[in-house]
């Protein structure tokens, strides 16, 4: 079946800008996590919903960065006042349910100019 | 605290060869998962294992095998007979069972070398 898709793949905006990045997980995965992963380095966790809540948004780096999941499917995340260090791939990932294994996506690379 | 430590940053073997990745991590729970990721160099993280903190056996799928020892708080990958397709960034993960998020370390890039 289809595994998580993520768009746009590519995104270049300038600094002060509003982005938005969208996930759409794999049919039947209620848990949705979007992470950040930076050039050379793991990815960190941001948000993690399970149905149409947050559960946990910890790794929010702050109030800047919003991520909804209204219907308990398709996700995004959003990014207002975008800054350089914005600059990095954002992963999405969903799992059947909680401390399942979690399947990404081909992630959104983000450049800040 | 979580933590996940891969002191390995790069690995080079010629194909054949017998590569060990070295993964230990940290956390108070008594409950908890680990992981290993390979992200090969078109990018997307693809899924190896997962294990719980209650299951210390090996376990092996083909060439991968993967070593828990809950003493050392470490979870090793082995890749026997290499090849040239194994070449990627490999990461070990964690998650604690009332959180759910993944703790990522910081990758081990393999380089197999015909």
Redesign the interface.
Known sequence: GAGVSQTPSNKVTEKGKYVELRCDPISGHTALYWYRQSLGQGPEFLIYFQGTGAADDSGLPNDRFFAVRPEGSVSTLKIQRTERGDSAVYLCASSLNRNNEQFFGPGTRLTVL | AQK?TQAQTEISVVEKEDVTLDCVYETRDTTY?L?W?KQPP??????LI?RNSFDEQNEISGRYSWNFQKSTSSFNFTITASQVVDSAVY?C?L?E?D?????????TRLQVFP
């Open positions: 996940v998962y992981f990721y078109s990018g997307e993280l693809v899924f997962r990461f993960a998650s069972a959180t759910d998020k993944l703790i990522f370390g910081t990758g």
